[in-house]
């Protein structure tokens, strides 16, 4: 049982690695061509920002908004970027303990705050319970809006919301998965709810 | 998105004085207060929003709920939607403001935005989002894409031939129907503008929405004292059961003594080019036993102007049903 958990693990570990590198090279394209300043001569700003514990220091366009900072300067790429209109949730981080879309808060905004990623959550040793459930139940399928859901999933536990399964699914809506994983989704979150 | 300057504001007074130096407080402003940013940073993505200075508002010391000394609630304009929805005094006093904000957006959504923000939240309409279209809010004398177009959510009440944008907050119709006054600190002093008179027709100038002036900054929202003895509800219909804007919505407010309704308050959200408060239902229901029949009686007052377009006409039953519905719910 052990043994067949490590393996999904270490599969999920490089099926991840494999995901993020692909989609956020080809992402990343995009982004800077879209959020790159033009050759104006505008100002980057220094912004520090919390993320994890460490403090960063960063020199940025101020139009750079907290999930480009992470992947795009951080080069923490387990935050995912889906529609980058605060639609879909692959974005969700935590602002001192409180989830929220990334994609719509700009990195200036974030300064002085503490920012919780997914690799601050856990890593592949020491999973976080939400992840080790997640991996238990099969709550994705490509992968892509799992950190999203994890996030979210985590800071939902710590909210004012009821017990049942309805409360679940609403307190969830803010993450879609294309792939339909919601069933085993919420059978990952009732299980650490109720550990 | 366009370049900007970034500052933060230390106080009311700095943000109001960075404000001042704009032409207007309305779309197209060069100067913009960013709280949550869940509006406006989807729209500076979008190149619809483009202001040259962006000045950060969250520190100001306006994110408190208090009790005032007549029993009512003052609300800071940085109050989080998710805060004010859980907080345990508008839960219980207004139960309609609280369920509507949790009705609105998602939970990341609600843990961002604010008060103030969603008072000055943009329109959903697909054409005030697309820069390639015309759109006379956005661009005033463009002309509208969506009277002739894609107008299926867009509302039927208060438009005019320049624009028939609905108003998307839910937060907005519960305040409605609460009578909010909204605080206004700018340039020349505080003001008090109740919320039937904060939002603004779109007659021949759909670009103007509030009465925001140059420098203006919400700094609170007023709720009376809880009526006595009244219960409210919201209730929103919608394409999916979660994360979307209203399609039809209705907050209300009710009481009754000695089998007749003593006390009403109507507003109706997604149909309308404002938070829609509606005088002709809360008078069909005065006085009138509290059941099926003055409900739906209400609902057809409510409704009666409404000017459906080619797409959208299915929402004036959608909206009476809401109506009809809620106003059963809050006096069960």
């Keep these: 049982m052990t043994g067949n958990r490590l393996t999904r693990r270490d599969m999920l570990t490089v099926a991840a690695a494999g995901t993020g590198a692909l989609v956020g090279g080809s992402l990343s394209t995009t982004a800077a061509s879209a959020a790159e300043p033009a050759a104006t001569g505008q100002g980057l700003m220094d912004i520090s920002l919390r993320v994890n514990g460490a403090e960063h220091r960063l020199s940025l366009d101020p139009r750079t908004t907290l999930l480009d900072a992470l992947r795009e300067h951080l080069r923490l790429t387990g935050t995912k970027k889906g529609c980058d209109h605060g639609q879909c949730g692959a974005c969700t981080v935590h602002i001192d303990g409180r989830r929220v879309n990334s994609c719509l808060t700009l990195a200036a905004v974030a300064e002085g705050a503490d920012i919780t990623t997914i690799e601050g959550l856990g890593d592949p040793d020491r999973l976080h319970p939400m992840q080790q459930a997640f991996l238990e139940h099969d709550g994705y399928q490509c992968g892509y809006c799992t950190s999203g859901q994890i996030m979210s999933a985590v800071a939902m536990l710590k909210e004012p919301w009821g017990g049942s399964d309805a409360d679940i699914k609403e307190a969830m809506s803010g993450n879609i998965c294309r792939c339909g994983a919601y069933k085993n989704i919420l059978a990952a979150i009732r299980q650490v709810r109720s550990a | ?276 408060r509606s005088p002709e239902a809360e008078a069909a229901l005065l006085g009138r036993p509290a059941e099926r029949a003055t409900f739906a009686a209400a609902a057809d007052a409510a409704l009666r102007s409404a000017k459906p377009c080619s797409q959208n006409g299915f929402k004036i039953e959608l909206a009476k049903r809401c109506l009809a519905s809620a106003l059963s719910t809050a006096a069960a």
């Design chain 2, 1 to 276: 998105m366009e370049p900007f300057t970034f500052s933060r504001a230390a106080d009311p007074a700095e943000a109001i004085r960075a404000g001042t130096a704009a032409s207007t407080a309305q779309q197209g402003a060069e100067v913009r207060f960013v709280a949550g940013g869940t509006t406006l940073i989807d729209l500076m993505k979008l190149d619809v929003e483009t202001p040259r200075r962006v000045v950060d508002i969250n520190h100001l010391p306006l994110a408190k709920v208090e009790r005032t000394s007549d029993g009512g609630l003052k609300i800071g304009a940085l109050v989080r939607n998710s805060d004010l929805a859980n907080n345990a005094e508008v839960k219980r006093d207004y139960a309609v403001l609280s369920q509507a904000l949790l009705s609105g957006a998602s939970s990341q959504l609600r843990n961002m935005a604010t008060t103030g923000g969603n008072l000055l939240q943009r329109t959903r309409c697909v054409y005030f989002r697309d820069t390639a279209t015309a759109c006379n809010k956005r661009e005033p004398g463009s002309g509208c894409s969506a009277i002739h177009g894609f107008n299926r959510n867009l509302a039927v009440l208060g438009t005019s031939d320049h624009c028939i944008a609905s108003n998307p907050s839910d937060m907005n119709v519960a305040l409605t129907a609460l009578e909010a006054t909204i605080v206004i600190r700018g340039a020349h002093g505080e003001r008090n503008v109740p919320i039937g008179d904060f939002f603004l027709l779109p007659g021949n100038t759909p670009d103007r929405e509030t009465v925001m002036e140059p420098g203006d900054l919400i700094t609170h929202v007023l709720l009376p004292p809880p009526h006595r003895g009244a219960r409210s509800h919201y209730l929103k219909l919608r394409d999916r059961a979660s994360y979307e804007f209203a399609l039809a919505s209705a907050a209300v407010v009710l009481a009754s003594e000695g089998g007749a309704i003593r006390h009403a308050r109507v507003a109706l959200g997604g149909v309308g080019t404002r938070p829609w």
